[in-house]
């Protein structure tokens, strides 16, 4: 096997272990450490230790330690947040959700680093053009990497499943499910009363495994950047400064169409924030058990993927205001739904139905918003994708800090709210953009010609 393609693999694999472990925990914080809104909140600390981290850590770290160490160490972070779950408090999961976040940007960093490197390097003595070798390499890491949110979630069911007492909810205990949710009722998660501490243990212990063999797996077989290219890419860091890189990223909201991205951007936060923090807890477990939570998340994150893939295959066809507008109605239509019903265990179906339709309109959230800031701010990608950064994680960080303190149907209309004032203030943006380009040639401008991914490095 080529040398270059094995580091892939080895990276690719290594973030689907990891990844397994820390995407089925994090579905379950909400349901799984529900105790004065614990779960939630350390997501948001999470999420807002991101944001910090992405400003300036990325650099730092992989000019000192190279990106196979910055990976490792990284992923150690997660490791300790599995930890701080054994013995969940706010004296232990707040600190790890901080270790977490801190460690969370400099991995997706080292790791599209890394990529990058091994792509040219490849390309360079293949002869062959970089970019379509980079392309080639992440869509690999990719294709590996989507099913973690598979896997994941799948353990969590099938051991959480083995629970003796099985959740029976009364008909009373269900007036407190939905929308309308008994706030105050804060053992309102019924599947989670029931869980034994061996089930819980159990299943902490086979993520923490999964994320300590990510980590010998990474310190193992993967093989340190060359000298020569890892100072290549050295001075490639250190040629912006933090202080420049910093306010290159507040510089870029003077773009008109930037600002008016902002509510689209943050509302890609704020709908994955209420499906993995809200309807996990108040329509899945409240009705059914923390058991079932895994195979809702499946559903999610199988639909998803393939819409991806789909959506970036098909919008050189139907352009992006199509898609956006099916995502928009899509989600309208659920957020209306989940308003109205009241859920019950003999409505089986209708649990997966919402997730399906929450991970096609997800797909087209993150397919197309990706590739519009890549086409309306080509020469300034690197500002434009840390606002995308920056306002995406703050809008995780407000879903998740208001969940334990409104009521589901609240954040229902919180969620329609901003998800109309995006559409509004997207459609201002195409506006924009058709008018400045009525007068350019056709053939210098390339509407949907934009490469689609699921994710941008982080």
Known sequence: MERNLKNVLVISFGFLLLFTAYGGLQSLQSSLNSEEGLGVTSLSVLYAALILSSMFLPPILIKKLGCKWTIAISMCCYIAFSLGNFYASWYTLIPTSVILGLGGAPLWSAKCTYLTIAGTSYAEKAGKNAKDIINQYFGVFFLVFQS???????????????????ANVSEEDLVCCGAYNCLTDTSNTTGTAKLSNSLIYTLLGVYTASGVLAVLLVIIFLDQIKSDQAETEKENLEAPSFWSTFLATFRHL?????????????????????LSGDYTKVYVTCALGIQYIGYMMICFAAVNSLCSLLFGKISQFTGRKLLFALAAVTNTACIIALLLWHPHPKQLAVFFVFPALWGLSD??????????????????????????RLWESLGFVIAFGYSTKLQAYIKLY???????LSMVTYGAVEYLEAKSSSGTPPATKKENGVPQSRETCM
């Open 414 to 420: 919180i969620l329609l709210s901003v998800l109309v």
């Open 254 to 274: 003077k773009d008109k169409r930037q600002c008016l991205l902002i509510p689209l951007t943050m509302y890609s936060g704020f709908e994955q924030g209420f």
């Open 363 to 388: 797909a087209v959230w993150q397919t197309q918003t990706n590739g519009l800031y890549g086409f309306l701010f080509e020469k300034h990608k690197e500002a434009a994708f840390a606002n995308y």
């Open 148 to 166: 973690s949110g598979i896997w994941g979630n799948l353990i969590s069911s099938l051991i959480l499943s083995q629970s003796s007492t099985k």
